[in-house]
């Protein structure tokens, strides 16, 4: 897993243009923070428990947003979500989730080269086969001892990649 802390100067990402930005669990609580670091993504992706059907207007300010239901998201502007969502973004075949306990489909059969998901807001880089497997954690309140954090993803090569950035320790 690798983390950054300063979004300015991350290692190895590619320019701002290139990168998708991706939140989860926000649970009402749209940071500061997580609006500055997404500044300049391409893309904003978020897995879901939003909390507050305003935040995906103002993340849209920043980038094009895909956004998915997850489990708080109550309400008719939540049922107008899907559960979940398939993407191509920067050639790269991605499947959100909510929570990855609920996939039932095969990721790797149907060619998929990343899955994202939330809810457990344990941040998780998984890249140890195909597909990646992302988890940003939660840029919402905190809970328990977990940062706040969000992701980045982007396409090196022919494959994906992603770095951890972490908004509050």
């Not at 930005?21 to 997404?38: M, N």
């Not at 904003?44 to 998201?73: C, F, K, W, Y």
């Not at 095969?106 to 060619?111: M, S």
């Not at 939660?138 to 001892?145: D, L, N, Q, S, V």
């Amino acid at each position: 897993m690798t983390y950054s802390d300063d979004p300015a100067q991350p290692t190895g990402l590619p320019p701002l243009g290139k990168r998708i930005g991706v939140i989860s669990d926000t649970h009402g609580l749209l940071r500061p923070e997580a609006l500055d670091a997404l500044k300049g993504v391409r893309h904003i992706l978020h897995a879901g428990d939003i909390g507050d059907p305003e935040h995906l207007e103002t993340l849209a300010r920043i980038a094009p947003v895909t956004a998915i239901r997850g489990n708080i998201d109550r309400g008719d502007w939540a049922d107008a979500l899907p559960e979940t969502a398939s993407i191509t973004l920067c050639g790269l075949r991605i499947y959100m989730i909510h929570n990855c306990k609920d996939l039932r489909a095969n990721p790797e059969a149907e060619g998929v080269d990343v899955v994202i998901s939330g809810h457990s807001h344990k941040p998780r880089i998984e890249a140890s086969g195909s597909p990646l497997w992302l988890n940003p954690g939660a840029a919402g309140p905190r809970r328990f001892r977990l940062p706040i954090s969000l992701a980045f993803l982007w396409k090196d090569v022919d494959r994906p990649r992603a770095i951890i950035h972490t908004l509050l320790a």
